[in-house]
């Protein structure tokens, strides 16, 4: 595998259901993010580990909770969502997450629909 | 209030001409910024990026125009294929923090 990898692809939860998202990086890299796209929205950074200390987040509702193992996974841990949640999450990865090196690369992203 | 705006959602450009796309910042801390494009059913890829110390970066058919009096951005791509159809994101970054604007559609006509 290479670059970013991201699964589930498509994941359908109700509002009451617990699940996971997860992200690896092969790149080397030292910082990796959690991004959100809405539909007809810029995309909205949730949380930044750099180094797997938590370093940015963006007021993001506790119903969504962050896990960083390691440098290469990172982890999106989903509870009691609302329909209103359902957007396609992208993680991505930079070698530091500073100036030039902050170039970030991107996985596929997981939809995720909440019924 | 959207720190990075682009302002044009779609643009059509025929196979072959130059293809513009417009992006403008309000911060001015701002010193890295980078051209994402994104096809669909995947996540953006990175294009090429530009340095607040520069005013152009060129790789190969791509091009990036920094004017920071104006805290504007533009990416040229010429000449424009059909390949090239995608949704392309400006972005603006500043220590850890990287911005995103909304998305400009660009179709190539053949």
């Known amino acids: 595998e290479t670059g970013v990898t991201q699964t589930p692809r498509h994941l359908v939860m109700g509002m009451t259901n617990k699940k996971s998202l997860k992200c690896e990086q092969h790149l080397g890299h030292n910082a990796m993010y959690w991004y959100k796209q809405s539909a007809k929205k810029p995309l909205e950074l949730m949380f930044v580990?750099?180094?797997?200390?938590?370093?940015e987040n963006n007021s993001v509702p506790s119903r969504f909770s962050p896990e960083c193992p390691n440098s290469s996974h990172l982890f999106l841990h989903l509870h009691t969502l609302q329909p209103e949640d359902s957007a396609l999450y992208l993680c991505?990865?930079?070698?530091?997450?500073?100036?030039?090196?902050?170039?970030?690369?991107f996985g596929p992203g997981t939809r995720l629909t909440v019924l | 209030d959207q720190q990075v705006k682009q302002n044009s959602p779609s643009l059509s450009v025929q196979e072959g001409r130059i293809s513009i796309l417009n992006c403008d910042y309000t911060n001015s801390m701002f010193d890295y910024f980078l051209w994402y494009k994104k096809y669909p059913a995947e996540g953006p890829t990175f294009l090429i990026s530009?340095?607040?110390?520069?005013d152009k970066n060129e790789d190969g058919r791509f091009t990036v125009f920094l004017n920071k009096s104006a805290k504007h951005l533009s990416l040229h791509i010429v000449p424009s294929q059909p390949g090239d159809s995608a949704v392309y994101f400006c972005?603006?970054?500043?220590?850890?923090?990287?911005?995103f604007g909304k998305g400009t559609r660009l179709s190539v006509i053949a």
């Open positions: 991505a990865s930079s070698s530091s997450g500073f100036g030039e090196a902050d170039t970030q690369y």
């Open positions: 972005a603006a970054s500043a220590s850890r923090i990287t911005v």
């Open positions: 530009i340095s607040s110390i520069k």
């Open positions: 580990y750099s180094l797997e200390e938590r370093v």
